[in-house]
């Protein structure tokens, strides 16, 4: 039975990626999640798969060398996948150094417990193993509202705090490729989004404050546009990558759906009206009214667009999920969870930690 060492498993995508990989393997594999449960980390997000024989959560902080060597020690670990970071753009202009610890150096701490367990004495590796580092396109900069791309070859340009550090961490992975061999690979990801997502990224916080007749916040003049990528595509495409993919490459993984920010809020709205019963009071106060405009954010990217035809050549991976049909999927999954939206956003999923886990 192979097994996966997945970091940041509780948070948005990681929490997709273990969901995805019990639907397809089954009890074939084992998945060790290893999650520091901050803000983002929830729990909830692994309730019904809690239970499994295969399945394990170990909280630990990634940047806590001990506790990820024993982890190593304790398990034949075949896989990794590194998803823990810190990923906000706007918590990391306020506290910078946060993102530097997390991002970088809990990057150096799992590539060197990686390396010290799977190296053999001629500097070989032992077979089969390979680390898989999750990324952002934001590392590539902006682009001109021109049809050009990110490719696997742009230049690193980063412009917030929070890039700059998840560059580094890309360059450390780059760094330990070339000097140690060391058998891992790159995915840079366009934005994501669906089930699971924290309330203060765009799409979950449009979706929650329109809902209850709150302000939709708009940065700037709200037309700078991102690439939607819907979370399980997302996974599918890691999975291949790991199984596929030649060791040492990046690849791009991008969703072929770019849109405004305005665009997006707009299309919310449409959707939740669409979705909504005739009689759900909700209606009422779902308006483009709620659209406000506020100061653009520091060093704010105009466009972000990935091509990933390079994954697509080498792997045979694209992205099947437009953006039409994923962001009814979302909202649907919202409206099927309001309980946990409620939790995410008050806290009181902590207490189902300390229920399951009793404080460990």
Not at 155 to 183: G, R
Request: charged share 25%; with cysteine; proline share 4%.
């Amino acid at each position: 039975m192979r097994t996966y060492l997945v970091t940041g498993g509780a948070g948005f995508i990681g929490s997709n990626y273990i969901h995805y990989m019990f639907r397809k393997y089954g009890d074939d594999i084992r998945i060790i999640n290893v999650d520091s449960l901050t803000y983002a980390g929830n729990l909830e997000n692994l309730k019904e798969i809690a239970g499994r024989s295969n399945y394990t959560f170990i909280r630990a902080d990634i940047t806590d060398k001990e506790a990820i060597k024993k982890i190593f020690s304790e398990n034949e670990i075949d896989r990794v996948v590194h998803f823990a970071a810190e990923s906000h753009v706007d918590r990391s202009i306020k506290n910078p150094e946060v993102f530097v610890k997390t991002n970088v150096l809990g990057t150096a701490v799992m590539l060197n417990c990686a390396r010290e367990a799977w190296e053999l004495p001629d500097g070989s590796y032992k077979e089969d193993k390979k680390f898989l580092h999750v990324s952002t396109d934001e590392v590539y900069g902006s682009l001109a509202d021109d049809g050009s791309y990110f490719y696997e070859t742009t230049p690193y340009a980063p412009h917030s705090p929070y890039s700059a550090s998840k560059a580094s961490s890309d360059l450390l992975v780059k760094a330990y490729i070339d000097t140690y061999h060391f058998p891992a690979n790159i995915t840079n990801c366009s934005n994501n989004y669906g089930p699971y997502q924290f309330p203060e990224k765009l799409i979950p916080l449009i979706i929650n404050n329109a809902l209850l007749g709150k302000k939709l916040p708009v940065y700037g003049d709200g037309k700078n546009v991102r690439d939607w990528l819907y979370v399980d595509d997302h996974a599918k495409g890691i999975d291949m990558v790991q199984e596929m993919g030649r060791l040492g490459e990046t690849y791009n993984i991008g969703g072929h759906n770019e849109k405004q920010n305005i665009e997006i809020i707009s299309i919310i709205l449409d959707t939740l009206l669409e979705m909504l019963p005739e009689d759900d009071a909700r209606r009422a106060h779902i308006s483009r009214d709620l659209i406000t405009y506020v100061e653009d954010r520091k060093g704010h990217d105009r466009r972000y667009a990935i091509a990933p035809d390079k994954i697509k050549a080498e792997i045979g991976w694209e992205p099947e999920t437009m953006f039409k049909d994923g962001i009814k999927k979302t909202i649907a999954w919202y409206f099927e969870h309001e309980d946990w939206m409620k939790n995410v956003t008050s806290g009181d999923y902590q207490n189902y930690y300390e229920e399951m886990y009793h404080g460990k």
